[in-house]
């Protein structure tokens, strides 16, 4: 007669072995899965196979690659792929880098890229040119401000994002691009196709003047974007006016689309000590507030007038936004554009990266700028934006002549220091 050890030992190895086989099948069945998962019995399949998730996309990618008549091409596969899933959340401030895209993004955020040289905002159409910079290859073209590029490269441009339209006109350094522009004169429009060389572009983000409104002088600086180094570029464009005497500022945003909070966080910081700028809240952060940078303001009480436009948006609106809040600027032009909402930017292994919206922001007052929709989280649309303190608008009919800019020159005069 067995022991009750013996018998107990036996069916403990007993069960040992059937896990290592069951344990066996698991594992050649994701296998096999991944390449034939139909050829799986039912029931490890149902486990094998992930129908919500990264299973089945490497399923389908997998019967694409083996199955289609003809070779897709892996690396477009994959591409395309993970652009069909972006589109498919349909938020427009949302996109696929692939890897030629990302490299592009990073270097505009060094104010650096290969291209034609022209500051863009985004249009329903397409981009539309806020500024020709001067020895620019789009300049020796004959683009002009205020022209919409419709198309470039033969490809539409109509409902991208400002990034992934653009990276359709940047391009390698010694090429060349055609574009299609639609462009006003006087009440009528047409479109006319021209092709402008690419060639190595540094951005000066940055544009600085000395005026004088009413015997008082202003320190007038506009920021093209928010890209590295922007908050310590527009700190020392306005001490060195201040040195030259200006008493008053302007800072410039109209046109400007954004870029990195830690550039808002850094710039808002010059004029605000201590407190906060904004706040980030989302479904994975949770609340990160952004408060002013210790040991950067070093223009706590100068007189300040911002000036923006419907083109003034994310980190843009983010800097408005927390000096207006705060009551330490006079906020002058248009409405802006109303992003409620901001993006992360995460590089994935095969080169490119994912530009996704992962939450809302709120400036000090807890003003969220979107729609409806953005601000109870559940929507990514533009909202009514900023309202300025003082209206003012440029005339279309006289391109020689800023009025918003004169505005702005006017209430900066009026402030007391």
């Given amino acids: 007669m067995p022991s009750a050890f013996s018998r107990i030992l036996r069916v403990a190895l007993a069960v040992v072995g059937v896990l290592v086989v069951v344990g066996g099948i698991f594992t050649a069945g994701a296998a096999v899965g991944s390449r034939d998962p139909q050829a799986l019995p039912g029931f490890i399949r149902d486990r094998v196979i992930d129908e919500k998730g990264p299973g089945a996309v490497n399923e389908a990618l997998g019967l694409i690659r083996d199955d289609y008549y003809k ?39 060094d104010n650096s890229f290969d291209g034609i040289g022209v500051v863009v905002s985004q249009d329903p159409r397409g981009l539309l040119i806020a500024k020709v910079y001067a020895g620019s290859p789009a300049k020796a073209a004959g683009l002009k401000v205020g022209d919409i590029i419709i198309r470039a490269g033969g490809n539409p441009l109509k409902g991208l994002t400002s990034e992934r339209a653009s990276s359709f006109v940047r391009g390698k350094a010694g090429t060349s691009v055609e574009l299609q522009i639609a462009r ?14 690419r060639k190595p572009v540094k951005i000066p983000i940055v544009d600085s003047a000395l005026r004088t409104e009413d015997g ?63 706040t980030l809240k989302g479904r994975t952060i949770g609340d990160v507030p952004y408060p002013a940078v210790d040991g950067v303001t070093v223009f706590p009480k100068v007189p300040l007038v911002v000036l923006v436009d419907r083109g003034s948006a994310s980190a843009s609106e983010i800097v408005t936004g927390a000096l207006q809040d705060r009551g330490r600027a006079t906020v002058v032009g248009t409405r802006t554009f109303g992003k409620g909402v901001f993006q992360r930017v995460e590089p994935l292994s095969s080169g490119g990266a994912l530009d996704i ?61």
């Fill in 216 to 278: 008082v002088k202003v320190a007038v600086v506009r920021l093209a974007q928010f890209t590295n180094d922007a908050g310590l570029q527009v700190g020392e464009a306005f001490q060195k006016l201040q040195k030259r005497g200006a008493k008053r500022f302007v800072l410039d945003l109209r046109s400007n689309p954004g870029g990195l909070v830690n550039e808002a966080q850094n710039l808002a910081s010059l004029f605000l000590k201590g407190g906060n700028i904004v």
């Fill in 71 to 109: 070779d897709p091409g892996s690396k477009a596969l994959v591409d395309d792929a993970i652009d069909g899933m972006v589109k498919g959340l349909d938020d427009r401030f949302s996109s696929y880098l692939n890897p030629k895209a990302y490299t592009q993004f990073k270097q505009q955020q």
């Fill in 184 to 197: 006003k004169t006087g009440s009528k429009e047409r479109e006319l196709t021209i092709t402008s060389q």
């Fill in 357 to 417: 919206t992962a939450g809302q922001f709120f400036t000090p007052k807890g003003r969220n700028l979107g729609d409806k929709k953005t601000q109870s989280g559940n929507g990514t649309a533009p909202g009514k934006g900023l309202a300025p303190d003082v209206q003012a608008k440029d005339d279309p009919k006289t391109p020689d002549v800023d009025e918003a800019l004169q505005t702005a020159l006017r209430e900066a005069a009026k402030l007391k220091e």
